[in-house]
């Protein structure tokens, strides 16, 4: 358990973050703020192989982020409660022996005790990957977001993540990825979805990843080739194709979960931001608290893991083709939370 302290936009006699499965008890009688975090789900990994000189490809998706249940209770000094914290999706991993191990969903968040309603907020689904080596098109769907039930606040579905394809046609454009970003949390409603991704035209080998979902916004949608796209912001949504382009690490600012704001560091992306989508280098960007992590993509010479998401938010799919030679690993979705603001005593 952390004891942050107090923020700004609202008085709180104390902000409590229970970052870790156990027992609480307020040190007051008093009026808090509560609410649960499901977990992010793991991100797909895929790679093609061994690839067919006539077309196909590989894709991935990114997780779900997991819901967000929130209540305002009257908690007692005397009482016990109980935080159940969800576990962040495993990734998916394509290692260079073609063998492929399936992501998982985020697991669920609870806080229950005597005289409340239990608040659940559900774990956010995996991601999927598939490939392919016919001409076509070739798709993945993307990854639901979590349920939220018991709070008398709010009860948001987590965000969706973006289906992922491509479009290949026989040996002019073959061997082509795609990958999506992971879902964000939901603060005021559903969460946002990260944005779809199509691989299409351009030339053989070519590959896309699109951006995570941010608190604040959807990642833009990508149809074309050889692109990448900006992770959603904390206070809107992405709206360019190029890489960090939609909330930068070091200058993002967005509304914190509870109470005040807080400012993004350097090297550490901003606070509610999407991870970008990253292309021809080794890890994906992490999303920002609540925030899905950023896609990656690449071919036979590139090999990498995709973006973390921040808590709740979905993992990073990552996707790689042109035969067995390269491994790519999908991001592991945030862990869950509970969060207790105490107002008054």
Not at 157 to 176: D, L, Q
Request: negative net charge.
């Amino acid at each position: 358990m952390a004891v942050l302290g107090a923020g700004g936009g609202q008085s709180l006699v104390r902000l409590v973050v229970l970052s870790s499965s156990g027992s609480f008890s307020p040190p007051w009688d008093c009026k808090a703020i509560v609410t649960a975090i499901g977990a992010g789900g793991g991100g797909a990994s895929q790679e093609q192989g061994p690839y067919d000189v006539n077309g196909g490809g590989a894709v991935a998706t990114g997780g779900g982020a997991g819901g967000f249940s929130q209540s305002l209770l009257d908690l007692k000094s005397a009482t016990t409660y109980t935080a159940t914290l969800g576990a962040g999706g495993t990734g998916g991993d394509s290692p260079v022996d073609g063998s492929n191990t399936n992501p998982t969903a985020g697991g669920n968040t609870t806080f229950s005790g005597s005289g409340i309603t239990t608040l659940t907020a559900n774990g956010g689904a995996a991601g999927n990957h598939s490939e392919g080596d016919a001409t076509g098109t070739l798709t993945s769907a993307g990854a639901s977001g979590g349920s939220a039930s018991g709070g008398t606040l709010q009860n948001n579905t987590g965000g969706a993540s973006g289906a992922a394809s491509v479009t290949t046609a026989s040996s002019s454009i073959k061997n082509c990825a795609a990958a999506t970003g992971g879902g964000a949390i939901g603060l005021r409603g559903t969460g946002f979805a990260s944005g779809t991704v199509h691989q299409t035209g351009g030339s053989s080998y070519d590959h896309c990843a699109g951006g995570g979902a941010g608190t604040g916004g959807v990642s833009e949608n990508i149809s074309g080739a050889d692109d990448s796209g900006g992770g959603g912001g904390a206070t809107g949504p992405s709206t360019s194709n190029s890489e960090l382009k939609a909330i930068t690490p070091g200058n993002a600012t967005g509304a914190f979960i509870m109470d005040g704001t807080m400012t993004g560091s350097a090297g550490v992306q901003g606070v509610g931001a999407g991870g970008a989508g990253i292309r021809n280098s080794g890890t994906g960007s992490k999303g920002g608290f609540g925030a899905g992590g950023g896609g990656m993509s690449g071919n036979a010479t590139i090999s990498g893991s995709a973006g973390t998401g921040g808590i709740g938010g979905g993992g990073g799919g990552s996707a790689t083709s042109k035969d067995q030679s390269v491994a790519c690993v999908g991001g592991k979705g945030g862990s869950g939370i509970v969060i207790v603001e105490i107002l008054t005593i």
